[in-house]
T-cell receptor
Framework: KNQVEQSPQSLIILEGKNCTLQ??????????LRWYKQDTGRGPVSLTI?????NTKSNGRYTATLDADTKQSSLHITASQLSDSASYIC?????????????FGRGTQLTVWP | DAGVIQSPRHEVTEMGQEVTLRCKPI?????LFWYRQTMMRGLELLIY????????DSGMPEDRFSAKMPNASFSTLKIQPSEPRDSAVYFC???????????????FGPGTRLLVL
């Protein structure tokens, strides 16, 4: 069964600290993996998109990694800021030539405290 | 560009009533997506369009749900009749195109918060 599992469900860290969010998937065949940030009451915003051949992608203080062999991805946030408080959603697509079917994780709720 | 525009932002209705959600994608984007988000199920893709044509509606939960895209700048998602379990946040998103194997950045609207009593 194609699934996307994210951990932890929620995380609280202090401002300035680093953190890493995990995404494990069983989707096959794999096409691409996306990380979204969703602020409370807002729509998701794309952070990164990675294909099979990419194992790391950065967007400012956000760095996503992908291990297609173990079917794991992580999102590392460096020097966290209060504005990083949000839900982070991992989405995996299962086909190459079109959008494919999308499989969504339930998200990790990150809270950054001052 | 104003981004993806959705209306209304909030909707409260009674069970059995018809609900119509509206979306204006970013100008020039060829793809339009409708999503639903609930606490129980998270984010789900309902349907998406390419050049105004529905491509995949396998995520549409029931026949009570229908979506149209009469032109490149407007889409609707209709629920008739509505039920309490339809209460959710409905997002519309658009993207420029889909590159083979890569996907493309989707830009989400602010969402419509629907409550069916």
């Amino acid at each position: 069964k194609n699934q996307v599992e994210q951990s932890p469900q929620s995380l609280i860290i202090l401002e300035g600290k680093n953190c890493t969010l995990q995404c494990n998937y069983t989707v096959s065949p794999f096409s691409n993996l996306r990380w979204y940030k969703q602020d409370t009451g807002r729509g998701p915003v794309s952070l990164t998109i990675m294909t099979f051949s990419e194992n790391t992608k950065s967007n400012g203080r956000y760095t996503a990694t992908l291990d297609a062999d173990t079917k794991q991805s992580s999102l590392h946030i460096t020097a966290s800021q209060l504005s990083d408080s949000a839900s982070y959603i991992c989405v995996v697509s299962d086909r190459g030539s079109t959008l494919g079917r999308l499989y969504f994780g339930r998200g990790t709720q990150l809270t950054v405290w001052p | 560009d104003a981004g993806v525009i959705q209306s209304p932002r909030h909707e409260v209705t009674e069970m059995g009533q018809e609900v119509t959600l509206r979306c204006k994608p970013i100008s020039g984007h060829d793809y339009l997506f409708w999503y639903r988000q609930t606490m129980m199920r998270g984010l789900e893709l309902l349907i998406y369009f390419n050049n105004n044509v529905p491509i995949d509606d396998s995520g549409m939960p029931e026949d009570r749900f229908s979506a149209k895209m009469p032109n490149a700048s407007f889409s609707t998602l209709k629920i008739q009749p509505s039920e309490p379990r339809d209460s959710a946040v409905y997002f519309c998103a658009s993207s420029l195109f889909l590159t083979s194997g890569r996907g493309e950045t989707q830009y989400f609207g602010p969402g419509t918060r629907l409550l069916v009593l």
